[in-house]
């Protein structure tokens, strides 16, 4: 059984979840729209440049989190997965995991977005092993703080290094899908990296490495 790794944002759904998720708290009032759209759309330009420190921009966007209950923020999630997040979703992307899925590949989800919006986006498109930055829980309340390695450029392996060990998987003929230029690490350490709808610096690369660059819509 091969592994099939798929990132989530721009790769299986043609948008940033967590982008999309500061829209719906805005939404909600739980954060002044303007200003914090502002903030919002700073740090996912560094994240597109390759520059982003992903500890500053999970405490930014979970600090409308703090006190809220992971069973509240998980019934408002659900509706929004289904109203926002399922008319983005590749269909090239739905064929390709079903595609795996008839050849027994197993099929994972790698996000460097948190656990509360990756798991119920990876449910609705059949998908229940999911690796993405971890959320921590005091006293029953999110902290607004996040828990171990975040999924991020190299924290990717690590994680998923750790997962394998603990499943008593290996690498051996996994493929793995994403647009980023920051997911090259991991793309380097797969038999099978597949580009999907690629980012300049990850187009250019995968052009010179001879990789397959998929076009998703």
């Not at 930055?133 to 171990?148: A, D, H, K, R």
Request: with cysteine; net charge negative; charged share 25%.
């Amino acid at each position: 059984m091969a592994l099939a790794i798929f990132d989530l944002d721009e790769t299986l759904i043609h948008g940033d979840c967590a982008t999309l998720w500061s829209e719906q708290m805005a939404r909600l009032g739980w954060v002044d729209g303007e200003s914090f759209m502002r903030r919002n759309n700073e740090l996912m330009d560094a994240y597109s440049h390759g520059k982003l420190a992903m500890e500053e921009f999970m405490a930014f966007s979970l600090e409308p989190l703090i006190g809220r209950t992971p069973q509240e923020v998980e019934h408002l999630v659900g509706p929004w997965v289904e109203d926002f997040i399922e008319p983005i979703i590749f269909s090239d992307a739905t064929k390709t995991i079903a595609a795996h899925r008839k050849a027994g590949d197993r099929i994972l989800v790698i996000s460097a977005s948190g656990t509360h919006l990756v798991t119920p986006i990876a449910e609705r498109l059949g998908i229940d092993e999911v690796l993405g930055i971890e959320l921590e829980v005091v006293n029953g309340f999110y902290s607004g703080q996040t828990v171990g390695t975040l999924t991020y450029r190299e924290g990717k392996i690590t994680r998923l290094l750790e997962w394998l060990d603990a499943e008593e998987e290996n690498l051996e003929g996994a493929s793995f899908y994403s647009d980023s230029r920051n997911d090259l690490p991991l793309l380097l350490k797969v038999d099978f990296p597949r580009v999907v709808n690629p980012d300049p610096v990850l187009h250019a690369h995968a052009q010179q490495a001879g990789w397959p660059i998929h076009h998703w819509k």
